[in-house]
């Protein structure tokens, strides 16, 4: 197989408050052999919040990103499901729609790009799940997460709107999703089956509808739990500072005491590669997985 | 695989009348290559029990009355093949109402709970008409696209049973009724969109409140796609002069802010820009949490340390931000 190669979009939190994630990803494909370009270029993808104030705004900035995975000739992939839905949906929008895409270069070209539509966007979960593998990545396992129950949770914004997710982006069900399921399976963990793990956490509205916010990560948090989760894993970093950071609030609200460690997804993979916890800066989540640190 | 195949059909049961709670039955059934899941309920009440109960009218996809979930798929039971959920559920099916709190008999829901919020938006056009005018009323096509495909909602409620905030927060419109609100407001005859912005701007039940994770879209069986509808509301209140400042409207704005000054959002400045600073109190305890945990920097808030990553190029961003915004700040 040729050196998988791609041009990474990092997103705001994996360069603020989720440190972490950008640590592991790049941890894992240092030891999966996937070479990784940053795109330091890249702006915001707006997050689903800018579209709100300017759709257009945020069609011109996510065009912009895109242009530069472009460039490269490689395609664009995402380490947050928010960055993956907003960055496909301008794609989307601009490859089906001549008279959008012409606006929007047209102010492209006032710094000299041009949106072609030639560059992929994909999930980095479909990137091991797909094109590096579940048998390869199983070959590669070095300390099998036999001991935990993990219970994947999806995020919204990599299986739903699944329009959006077809052509290139792991074209799963969005009311069966399966790639988290096997991915646990390949790295010898057990992968818990429990119905809120396709659902929302409710991240977006964690501000101005703080109790639906709450309630959405709670009914999840307490699902999972209730069918012996030892640990939940998500692809996403908005679920993950929703699920990590608030656990004390949500357990008021819902009535619970909720402790349940939360990775992101190249953290669970890396651990399975050699990765010890300090690699994979468990230092950096607010419920500190003891008993993954003791592993 | 032959044509058809052996299965257990579960199906939601509970009569209002008589049980305190519901329950669920299993039917054994072949089912053919080119039944429906509607097709499956008829043969449920024909073959094996004739009290349970469903409503069904046009049997072909207008009329929405056979909306029904089937494993938590909101489904439109006579667009449905019911062989193509049997392959997607391995097999197992179980048959619900759209919600099972309100169901009344079997699949039957009362849906009071939807007309009340459709019929809140004004789901129609409102104008002076004149009875006897001289001329028809003339639509351009391009007028006409805006909202056609907003149009071909049948009210089934798919999309409103599907939608998670409608479970925590009764008063929240819901996708459906957002979609309605966009129809009439963007058809260029009505007069009464300012008002439609206004109902649908108010906190907890207008569209501020939509958590973003697409249910609505994927539940539609007419691919309606409500949440670029309610999009297009929160574009429409900044167009129009209506959204209110806000903590919502300024954690949407706020972006511009950021992404102008860094390329990449400034996480503390997002939620100092949307609380205020009096709002900022709530936040305090999970602040110190991240603060201890590295998150964040104890000097994030402070308007003369800035910590944030910078995209490279930021020049092209700055000019775009400034050259692309059609709404203002």
Known sequence: MSQLHYALYTGCTAKQSTPELLSSTL???????IKITILEEASCCGASHLQDFDEFLAHVLNARNICYAEKLGLTMITICNTCQLNS?????????????KAKVNEKLKEVGLEYKGTSEIKHFLYVLTEDYGLDAIKNRVTTPLSKFNIAPFYGCHNIRPSELHHKSNGNENAYVPKSLDNLIDALEGNPIDYEYKNKCCGFHVELQANHTSEVLTGNAMVDAIDNNADILVTPCPLCHLKMDTYQDDIGKVIGRDIELPVLHMPQMVALALGCTPKEIGLNFHVQKAEHI??? | MGDTRKVTIKAFRFNSETDYLPYYKSYEMEIGKDELILDVMNRIKWEHDGSFSYRRSCRHGICGACAVKVNGKATLACKQNAMELLDLFNNEITIEPSSKNRSVKDMIIDKSDFWEKHNAVKPFVVTDVDPHPKHETKQSLEEFNKFLDSDLCIQCGACHYSCPVLEVNSDYFGPAAFVAAYRFTIDP???AGKERLETTAKMG????????CFECVEACPKEINPLE???????MQFEQGVADSNIATRHA??????????????????????EGYLGMYKHIKTAIKMVKAGKIHWDDALPWVDNVPKSKNLDEIKKLVEISMTNKL
Not at chain 1, 88 to 100: F, G, I, R, S, V
Not at chain 2, 205 to 212: F, N
Request: charged share 25%; glycine share 6%.
């Open chain 1, 27 to 33: 941890a894992v494909a240092k030891k999966l052999g």
């Open chain 1, 88 to 100: 496909a949906m301008t794609k989307h929008a601009l490859d089906t729609n001549p008279e959008l």
């Open chain 1, 293 to 295: 640190l003791n592993y």
């Open chain 2, 189 to 191: 005859r009505d007069n």
């Open chain 2, 205 to 212: 039940q207008g569209v501020w409140d939509c958590v973003k």
């Open chain 2, 229 to 235: 509808k309610i999009t297009k509301l929160h574009n």
């Open chain 2, 253 to 274: 704005e706020g972006f511009v802010r950021s992404i102008q000054k860094h390329g990449f959002l400034d996480e503390a400045d997002i939620v100092l820009y949307s």
